[in-house]
């Protein structure tokens, strides 16, 4: 069993700066913080994907769930724009991403918003999943976003 986390490889790295990989704030937490390496600004009702710079690897019956932080949402007015990101774990060596972790953040507040580098904007929490009796998915991941089922 294992599971953690590693930087992209150099190829697949979409911002300057360090990567700061995602870390629990408390011995209780279940998430792993997830950190902007570059400073953002939202304007209302903006939406933007950013690159954590990160990949995830876990077990094949893992999944790792990005939600958003609580403060973002209540004291920002940022959402993630699919409600709930899902990593699943043949994700990691993506061909055509390299596994870095996007997250897609939209401004829904009233006012622009900054996001400074370093500041945590997210939460990982990886969870196991079932599958059914009868299930029979042989499909592969070659892709991003939405490339699965192709």
């Not at 792993?32 to 939406?47: A, C, G, R, S």
């Not at 939460?123 to 599958?131: A, H, K, N």
Request: aromatic residues 8%.
């Amino acid at each position: 069993m294992s599971r953690g986390f590693l930087e992209v490889e150099k190829e697949y790295l979409k911002n300057s700066g360090e990567t700061i990989m995602p870390t629990r704030g408390s011995a209780k937490s279940a998430g792993y913080d997830f950190h902007v390496k570059e400073k953002i600004t939202l304007m209302p009702n903006d939406k933007i994907v950013i690159f954590s710079d990160v990949r995830a690897f876990m077990d094949s019956d893992e999944v790792l769930n990005i939600y958003p932080r609580s403060s973002m949402g209540i004291k920002k007015h940022i959402r993630i724009t699919n409600g709930t990101g899902v990593i699943d774990s043949d994700y990691f060596n993506n061909p055509e991403t390299g596994g870095n972790i996007g997250i897609a953040l939209h401004n829904f507040g009233e006012k622009t918003i900054e996001i400074q580098a370093g500041e945590r904007v997210c939460q990982g929490v990886f969870s196991r999943y079932l599958i059914t009796d009868d299930d029979d998915a042989s499909g592969f991941r070659n892709g991003g976003i939405g490339s699965t089922g192709k």
